[in-house]
């Protein structure tokens, strides 16, 4: 209790997001006098940190043509204008800004002040810094690309996006930065992720903190969604040489990948889906087409078809047993997408295939295995962006999957009324929400 009272004291010191007035980027009222001095109090901030919750990319998910919302008032008052791509949702749920900042606000503060941490080893206060660096690099990747154009895009790059947060100045009213300034200091980030952070793995129960392991990973996942395929297959291939384990389920007792005890877990970080937004999300009919027979995710995603022709999601219940922010299936995705655009087709066929094995029955692989065998390298590319839809499904990764890639036109039908979100369309970036232009005008610019 008291290591709590500690860090609210500091909370209100360093800042609350509480919406006051526009005298500054983030309305931050310091109003206490104490700051934390010691390892484990830096580390319940850091604990804080990593327990806000932010299900952004879970809304997302309804952006795309696998998630319906289901036939309900609240749900559909709540959720309706997200799934049609109305901007700045005039009713409902507004997607997250203020939390990514105050993660980040954080997190800068422990990297100023990493010289005056106390009581602590080095190797332990340096591991805290190297989280601290990695979760402001995180924060702004996420916003990227909720808020940035794709970076793939041609001409993207130069485009404005969000603020890029490296201070703890509160008076400072930031412009937006470019997207290829948002991107360079994330890799910045993660390389003084990788000079501090020394764990390589934590006991199940504290695997939601950030390990060397999570670094290559989001290296990975950051130059496969900037297209730069060389870094990202030789960043998943080296994760993938310490840590290639997956879940088989032709195994009896496999436990599904996306838990936090999994042996396929790196990081449990996000909760990408909350009781709300399960109970909302429905998967359509196309969607579950996407599965071919043997497939043996497909009844443990999914289930039975409902009166409403959609079908409840069962990958997930919500929980924190569902936290996961990266394991070893995705590393071996992003190995196959990037071997194949560099033309190695036989190390992305390779790849692929080690995971089918593990997820169709022994008869449907073998088809499968013949098929990815016979696949040019377009097909191929084609095969292994669906089996990441498949894969993936419902951890947040499809929107920002479709967005770096193809944007491909989707329609969606409400009450006998189409709704078109057109290929390349400009809704496949979100605008800044209404709450944060109005606290600070300059990111309207």
Known sequence: MNKIQKLYIFFMFAGSLIITSCSNFLDIQPTGKVIPNTLEEYRALMTTVYSNGLIDRSLCDMRTGDITIRNDEFDQSTYRDIE??????????????????????????????????????????????????????????????????????????????????????????????????????????????????????????????????????????????????????????RLLAQKSALEDYNSPDFKMPNLYESIESITAYENIYN???????????????????????????????????????????????????FRTSELYLNAAEAAAHLNKLPEARNRLLQLMEKRYTPTAFEHKETEVNNMNQADLITEILNERARELAFEGHRWFDLRRTTRPEIKKVFNEQTIILQQDDVRYTIQIPLSATSANPNLMD
């Not at 990514?100 to 010289?115: H, L």
């Not at 996407?290 to 069962?314: C, H, S, T, W």
Request: charged letters at 25%; proline letters at 3%.
């Open 84 to 237: 049609r791509w109305v901007a700045n949702n005039p009713s409902g749920t507004e997607f997250g800004w203020s939390s990514y900042y105050e993660n980040i606000y954080y997190a800068n503060a422990i990297i100023n002040k990493q010289n005056d941490i106390t009581e602590g080893s080095k190797g332990d206060i340096d591991q805290l810094v190297g989280e601290a660096y990695f979760m402001r690099g995180y924060m702004h990747f996420i916003l990227v690309n909720l808020f940035g154009q794709p970076y793939t895009k041609e001409g993207a790059p130069e485009t404005k996006a969000i603020p890029l947060k490296l201070t703890l100045d509160l008076e400072e009213l930031p412009t937006r930065n470019t997207v290829e300034q948002i991107y360079t200091s994330i890799l910045s980030d993660i390389e003084n992720a990788r000079k501090f952070i020394n764990r390589t793995e934590w006991e199940t129960g504290y695997n939601y903190r950030f390990t060397t392991l999570a670094v290559d990973a989001f290296e990975s996942r950051v130059c496969l969604y900037k297209g730069d395929w060389k870094t990202a297959y030789d960043t998943a291939e």
């Open 275 to 325: 009781n709300s937004t399960l109970k909302a999300s429905q998967a359509t009919e196309a969607f579950v087409q996407m599965f071919q027979e043997g497939d043996l995710r497909l009844a443990k995603y999914i289930d039975v078809v409902n009166a409403d022709g959609n079908y409840p999601i069962i990958k997930n219940d919500g929980t924190s047993k569902y936290k996961c922010s």
